[in-house]
């Protein structure tokens, strides 16, 4: 496989896009052996976390849709700032991976350094 994926934040209105090509089925990304592939997967989630270690911030900001594109407009769990994105192999479209199992499901993360500020439009959540 030969996979790409771009990023894509904006800011004002507030949106990450995120468009793919060649990832193959979400199964394949999963760690061999792993209590996830015993799970399997469906969908491909695009997230954001405030922290590595305890990531309470963030959640799922879009599922990538057949053509292996999403956009997404808002953070479900807000928070202050987000040190990273990350693209993963989830067991179905409404079910975000663990910490605990994230790592088994991980397709590609990068970190925003400084962290990503999500500043919400008046009256309303990022």
């Not at 956009?71 to 040190?83: K, L, V």
């Not at 192999?89 to 590609?108: K, N, Y």
Request: include cysteine; proline fraction near 11%.
């Amino acid at each position: 496989m030969t996979p790409t994926a771009t990023l894509l934040v904006g800011i004002d209105p507030f949106a990450i896009t995120v468009e793919t090509e060649g990832l193959g089925p979400p199964e394949g990304w999963l760690r061999p052996g792993s209590e996830a592939a015993t799970v399997g997967a469906t969908a491909y989630g695009v997230f954001v976390s405030d922290r590595d270690d305890d990531p309470t911030g963030g959640g799922v900001v879009c599922v990538l849709d057949p053509a292996g594109d999403c956009t997404g407009t808002t953070i479900p769990r807000p928070a202050e700032s987000y040190n990273r994105v990350t693209l993963a192999a989830m067991r179905d479209a409404a079910t975000e991976p663990t910490l605990a199992d994230g790592f088994d499901r991980l397709v590609t993360t990068i970190a925003f350094n400084p962290p990503l500020r999500v500043v919400p439009a008046e009256g309303g959540d990022p």
